[in-house]
């Protein structure tokens, strides 16, 4: 069975362009999650959907970070505009009614 | 809001020695699943315990939760180079999500 997949793997982009992160969850799984890992501040939960819906979006940093599933087998990260703070390694992850979390194996992001 | 604090956070060993991992929650835990990542790589599901008291092994490692359900700890006997990473554990209470722990880095010295 395919994992979660996560696009694109590495992105180096420049201080204040757009980024999207895009992610698969695996199929059959209700909740998909979005977390950052940085050296600072560990494995932080960005926002969860539950069934397409966004439950918790309190880890979302600010109005530069949105998230969104339009269906069950796709979600993107967005951050407009992007900022040298926001290099992180990026996770989408699913589960099976909130339960063991699969990892997708992340978007490495350098904000130059 | 629920807090998973987990010590230490870097570890280094000898190739051969044991090493322990502590996770301490805030508040009584209805599950703590414990994670695996390698360098480079991404959290990988380990295991998960449910029973106060409960004690699981998976070869060199063993796995304790605790009896109150705040506490768990995993242990790995006669540690080896592929050991290595990151070990998180991540409490969850009731049906609430997941809160992972800070993580302990381990390094395996050969």
């Known amino acids: 069975d395919a994992g979660v997949i996560q696009s694109p793997r590495h992105e180096v982009t420049e201080m204040g362009q757009e980024v999207t992160l895009r992610c698969k969850p695996i199929s059959g799984h209700d909740y998909l999650f979005w977390y950052r890992q940085t050296m600072m501040r560990g494995l932080e939960l960005l926002i969860y959907f539950n069934n397409n819906v966004p439950i918790d979006d309190s880890g979302m940093p600010e109005d530069r970070f949105s998230a969104k599933m339009p269906n069950a087998s796709f979600s993107t990260l967005k951050i407009q505009p992007s900022e040298p703070r926001d290099s992180a390694v990026y996770f989408c992850a699913s589960s099976f009614v909130g339960n063991t979390i699969y990892f997708g194996e992340g978007s490495w992001l350098t904000v130059v | 809001g629920q807090q998973v604090m987990q010590i230490p956070q870097y570890q280094h060993v000898q190739e051969g020695e044991d090493f322990t991992t502590y996770c301490n929650s805030s508040?009584?835990?209805?599950?703590i699943q414990w994670y695996k990542q390698r360098p480079g790589g991404h959290p990988v599901f380990l295991i998960q315990?449910?029973?106060?008291?409960e004690v699981k092994k998976q070869k060199r490692l063993t796995f304790q939760f605790g009896e109150a359900k705040k506490n768990s700890s995993l242990h790995i006997t006669a540690t080896q180079t592929t050991d290595v990473g990151t070990y998180f554990c991540?409490?969850?209470?009731?049906?609430?999500?997941?809160?992972f722990g800070s993580g302990t880095q381990l390094t395996v010295l050969p």
């Open positions: 991540a409490g969850q209470q009731s049906a609430r999500q997941l809160t």
């Open positions: 315990l449910v029973k106060s008291g």
């Open positions: 508040t009584t835990l209805s599950n």
